[in-house]
């Protein structure tokens, strides 16, 4: 059960609804994670402006998935692990065995991109104070320094679903249910 309330385009204060409105209009429902940050028009439109801003990162839509279900199992959110796998799976078509690396927080099978997950394991790990080392590997592995930042933009944007998920303990959509993870702290 949520700490705080899910809204919907008729109970949300007036500055969000515009934000619920689209989301229902865009995916047939509302995801509850936006249900939640609701309650703060302002966090909501954060979300929304910096998930706008990550779509435009050079990083492809797989690899921006790979960052945010890296930040989603290491902080723990259920509900962002359910959602991002259902993104990887069904639009960034990431393959099963890379996707159930990341779910699992082990090694990926594909050697470029678990040089980027583990570039943003040791972004969140040491917030931001990236070993040389990782870095080289990184700008080794073809991304650019550029690149390096747009890891750090999306581990902003999982930072503020994660942490809003985990403190309302947002439950997971009827939609997400076959995508259901649970950290393993829990």
């Known amino acids: 059960m949520s700490r705080l309330t899910l809204h919907t385009p008729q109970s949300a204060p ?18 509850n994670l936006l249900a939640v940050l609701a309650n703060a028009p302002a966090a909501l439109e954060t979300y929304v402006t910096v998930s706008a801003l990550n779509g435009k990162a050079e990083l492809s839509l797989a690899e921006r998935e790979v960052v945010q279900l890296v930040a ?28 159930d690396a990341l779910r699992g927080q082990r090694q990926l099978p594909e050697e470029k991109l678990e040089v980027l997950a583990a570039f943003a394991r040791e972004v969140i790990a040491t917030r931001g104070n990236v070993s040389d080392q990782a870095f080289s590997d990184f700008l080794a592995a073809g991304y650019t320094q550029g690149n390096a930042l747009e890891v750090i933009l999306g581990v902003s944007l999982a930072t503020l679903c994660n942490f809003a998920n985990v403190f309302a303990r947002t439950p997971l959509n009827p939609e997400l249910a076959n995508y259901r993870w649970q950290s393993m702290d829990q």
């Open 72 to 99: 989603a199992t290491t902080h723990g959110c259920d509900f962002c692990v359910a959602g991002h796998t259902a993104v990887a799976l069904n639009k960034a078509k990431l393959p099963a065995g890379v996707i």
């Open 14 to 31: 007036e500055a969000a609804k515009p934000f619920l409105e689209n989301a229902q209009k865009n995916s047939g429902f509302i995801p």
